[in-house]
T-cell receptor, first 111, second 112 residues
C-alpha cells in the first residue's frame, strides 16, 4: 500500500505570490496525478506525470522518481486558484486503474 | 459532451433508510469508478467497473453497500440501511483506456 503525504495541509497566499505544494509517496509508482477540487466540489484532473516536468499556463508540475516526490507550482497566483489540490499515485506493478490519494492541500489566495 | 452526471446532488436521510446514488458516465468511456470522500480519509475507491463488469469491490465497506452497472450508460450505488457514518461526498468517475479520470460533481450525503 502506498502512503501519499501532502504538504502543507493548508496554505494562504496573497495574489501574485509563487505557490508550491508538495507530494511524497512511499512505494514506486507508474504515474502521479494532480487534481483540483473547487469549493463547489467538482474534481478536475490537472496533470498526469511519470517523469520530468509538465506545464499548463501558470501551473507547473514536477516529479523526482528517485526521491519519490512531486511538486505543483503556481506562478502569479490568483484568487480563482483557491481550491483543494490533491495528489494521487498509481503503483508500479499494481493494477492499471487504482489510485491512492493524498488528503489534499487547501489553498486560499487572497486579493 | 455533458460530462459525468450524478444524481441527486444532495441527499439528506434518516438512519436506516435506503439511499440510491446514480451515475451516468461519459459516452464511450468503458471504466467507471465510485469513490467516497471524507475529511478524515480523503478520497477512497469503493468499486471499479470495466465494460459494465465489477472488477474490484474491495473498497466497499460492508454488505450494506452494493453497486450495479446494468449497461454502459448507468450505474447505481445503494446503501441499505444507511448509517450516520456513511455521511460523505460520493463521486462517480469514468475514463477510457487512458490515465485521466473524469469526475462527476458528487453527491453530498447526510445521514441523520
Amino acid at each position: 500500500k502506498n502512503e501519499v503525504e501532502q504538504s502543507p495541509q493548508n496554505l494562504t497566499a496573497q495574489e501574485g505570490e509563487f505557490i508550491t505544494i508538495n507530494c511524497s509517496y512511499s512505494v514506486g509508482i507508474s504515474a502521479l496525478h494532480w487534481l483540483q477540487q473547487h469549493p463547489g466540489g467538482g474534481i478536475v484532473s490537472l496533470f498526469m506525470l511519470s517523469s520530468g516536468k509538465k506545464k499548463h499556463g501558470r501551473l507547473i508540475a514536477t516529479i523526482n522518481i528517485q526521491e519519490k516526490h512531486s511538486s505543483l507550482h503556481i506562478t502569479a497566483s490568483h484568487p480563482r486558484d483557491s481550491a483543494v489540490y490533491i495528489c494521487a499515485v498509481r503503483n508500479s506493478g499494481g493494477s492499471n486503474y487504482k489510485l491512492t490519494f493524498g488528503k489534499g492541500t487547501l489553498l486560499t489566495v487572497n486579493p | 459532451d455533458a460530462g459525468v452526471i450524478q444524481s441527486p446532488r444532495h441527499e439528506v436521510t434518516e438512519m436506516g433508510q435506503e439511499v440510491t446514488l446514480r451515475c451516468k458516465p461519459i459516452s464511450g468511456h468503458n471504466s467507471l469508478f465510485w469513490y467516497r470522500q471524507t475529511m478524515m480519509r480523503g478520497l477512497e475507491l469503493l468499486i471499479y467497473f470495466n465494460n459494465n463488469v465489477p472488477i474490484d469491490d474491495s473498497g466497499m465497506p460492508e454488505d450494506r453497500f452494493s453497486a450495479k452497472m446494468p449497461n454502459a450508460s448507468f450505474s447505481t450505488l445503494k446503501i441499505q440501511p444507511s448509517e450516520p457514518r456513511d455521511s460523505a461526498v460520493y463521486f462517480c468517475a469514468s475514463k477510457t483506456g487512458g490515465e485521466t479520470q473524469y469526475f462527476g460533481p458528487g453527491t453530498r450525503l447526510l445521514v441523520l
